[in-house]
Structures are given as C-alpha cells and as structure tokens.
DNA sequence: GTAATAGTGTCTGTAAGACATTATTTA
DNA sequence: TAAATAATGTCTTACAGACACTATTAC
C-alpha cells in the first residue's frame, strides 16, 4: 500500500427515487452535523468493514437504518470523489440508485425524509445536486429500453398503472397500443402464474382490479428485461 | 467521518482495451510484488491526494507514468469493492476503461504490457478477470449504438476500416449499406473538414488513402455521437 | 341505456438488413 | 483489359406510432 499518500474517506451515498403527484422526486434530509449542518442531502454512509459484505451491503444497511426498508431496486450509478466535494478534504463517494414504491415509503412511517421533484431540486449539500441528476438520468435511460419502472410500483400492477409510470418517468405520454406491443404482451392471451422464460418481461397473476368499468388484469415483473429495440 | 472502523484501500485500476489480430485485446502486466507477486494484472494505482483532481487526473497519471501516453477514450466504469478481493483485506477498486489504437502503443515503444485477446484470458490477480469482463461488456454495448469505436483507431480512417473495427468488437460481419446508412453518411455528399452540428457523428477530411484500388475518404470523429437507434 | 376504462386491430412511415450494381483506382 | 475496393441503390421485413374500434364492468 501506498505510504505517503492521504487515504481518501470513503461512503456511500443512496439516490432513493420514488414517483410522487406524477413525477420522479428523491429522498433528502436535513443533516444535523457539519459539513453543511442544516442543509438538504441524500442519506448516506461510512463502510462498516466488519459487517459489510460488499458496497451493495453498505447501501442496503444505511437505507434500512434510516426507513426500515429494503429497495425493490438497487443499482450502483458510479463514484464521485475529488478534493473538492467534501470541505474536509479528498474523498470518494459511490452513490447507489434505489428505487422504492411511495406506498412502502408512507407505510414505514419514516419521518426523515422530504421528497423532492428532480426537475426542482433547491440547494443541496456535497455534489448531492450532481448524483441525483446523474441518477435520473441513468433511470430515464434505463427505462427507455427495459422494465426498470416496475420497482417503482407495487408488486402487482395493470397495464395502464405500468404504462403511467413510464410516462411520468419521461415526463410525456405514449400511445395504449405501442405501449403494449413493445412489453409483447396481448392479455387475452396470457396463462396465470407461469413464466415461459426468460425473455418474457411480466408475468400475469390470476388477480383482477375492479374499479367502475371494466377490470384489468394485474401482472407481476418477471426480472429486468430488455425491449428489442429501444425508445425515443 | 466514522472513527471506530477502518477505512478501505482506494485505489484505481485500469482496462486498457486495443484491437489486435482482429479482436479485443487488454493490456496486462506481471506484478512484482505480493500480493499475487508474478501474477498477470491490470495497470493501476493508488490516488495521490496532493496531486490528482478527480479520479480520472488518477487514471492518467498512471497510464502516463507507465505507456507514456494519454488514451484516445477514458471513461469510468464501476466501483469493485469486498473484503476478498484483496487479501490484505477491505479494497475498493475504482475500474475505468481505456481505449488506444495498438499503433499508438506499438510507437510509445513500451514493453511493460502484454496484450491478451479477451475472450481467451489466462488467471488473473485480485478481481481482474471480472473488472475486464464488465469492461468488454461495456464496450460492446455501447459500440452497439455509439461512435465509441473510432477511439481504437487513429484520428484519420476510412469507413471500412471503420467497419472492419466494428466486426471486430462484435465478432460478426455487417453489411457495408447499413452499416453506412446507420452512420448518416453519404461520401459524395459530404464537405471535408466542417462540422455542420453536433449531431454528424463524423467529420471528413480533405485526404484520401490510396491502394491498389480507388482510394477511400478518410474521416475523423465528430464527438461520441449516438445512432437513431440500437444494434442488436 | 351512459360513462369509463380495458383491450385489440389496422394503417403508415421509417429504418434495418440483404444483396445487386456502379465507380474509380493500380497493374 | 482484370483485379480490388469504394460507394450507392433497391427491395423486403419489422416495428414504432397514431388512431379507431370492440369488450366488460358499474350505475
């Protein structure tokens, strides 16, 4: 190892998406100690060296500290480190892309975090303001060409509910029709329960949603799956 | 900052990627001390606080002190990070990818590394089997929609040599009409040496390179520059 | 019946991919 | 002339996107 040199500091910092009134908003709180005492910012953490196994341990123990909740979704985005993001000095942060329901989140009833629309962020401590629209940017891409936004519903879901978190993740609407042709998905079609194979993105329960018109089929998420071509 | 845990080792490794014999080769190099003392590795380093800005002013320092060159194309890939990958214990690792034409290596007459085709890899030291193998990953993907490729070649080069680049990181053959109209180029349209927008991803030069057949336009590129759509 | 949303079918434009054809050089 | 590679054009298929139509519930 490397003698004269100063070791960096080094945490993990969590991006913690969530849709909110039809929009993408991030998790911030208040911190209560300096550096930017007062301030908004993302929650975030030392590595504990005994405990955790790899980063995505790091990530995943800081969010459950602070809401008592796993992440449907937890993704690495990538480091940010220099002299100058943290006044005490070089230090590294690898920032992590989560993604929850807003039901799981009020059901927790965590009274820490504020959510914020991405598209309006105020000011925030650190390079926070960075990673967050480094974040979004990833999930926006990300969702143009795979079923990424499932995780940011509930386990079950109709069609149309998935097809309004895209269109609120891109911030514009898309037409019924394409929508289900790119999933591959005709629902009169599908059988219940099972998964055909890998390359089927959802999966249909046996569970109906009634309102006051006709019902719709509810579908779970198979795994992160890719459309055959990608959207924009 | 924590004070009851120890801080992880930072340091900077390097998938220095070239096209050789009609593939993908990585530069690695025999480490002369413990751990791994003798094994095959990537180049890499620690971070030197006093010095380097960001951690990419990381990754050229130590490509600059041990090829002497700068690389065409340098970009962050992923933190690797666990208490296993180096036995002295909790490492972080932060993994850029590199890209340089072997001509440029060849020139720098460096006899540090040696080259290995990256479908065919020997044992490697700590994780860099997979720190190459998400590198490879990365790299055909994103070839698959981008002007990432003319990195690997030099600053002038004609469109087949362009397309014989791109086999190479796929291992299939394309069709010259294709490939050609996914470029947005027509050769007996373009104006050498302007730039109309930002979104021609190639600009043409005023040369030409002869042979023993009618000589082909050379190109430079633009900028990294994405195609309409996906390759797959 | 109406209102409301679920789900499907049809048409059009664009682009990928295969392949044939023309163009321009050297020998 | 032949050989070799550059460059372009044509045809087919596939899919995104728009939009219209049918289906099934509550009231």
New binding site residues.
Partial sequence: MSTHYTTPAVSVDIVLLTLKNQSLHVALHQRQQDPFSGALALPGGYIHTEEDTDLEATAKRVLQQKTGLTPRYLEQLRCFAGPVRDPRGWSVAISYVALIPLEALEQSGNGIFHFFAVDALPALAFDHAAQIQSAVQRVRNKSSYSTLPCWLLPEAF????LQRTYEQIFGET?????F???LG?????VAPGEAADDAQLLIATDA??????????LFKVNQLGL???A??
Same sequence: chains 1, 2.
Wanted: proline fraction near 3%.
């Fill in positions: 109709t069609l149309t509910e898309l037409s019924r029709g394409t289900r042709s790119r998905i005709k629902v009169s079609d109906m949603k009634g309102g006051a018109q006709r019902p719709a089929r459309f055959r071509r959207w924009w």
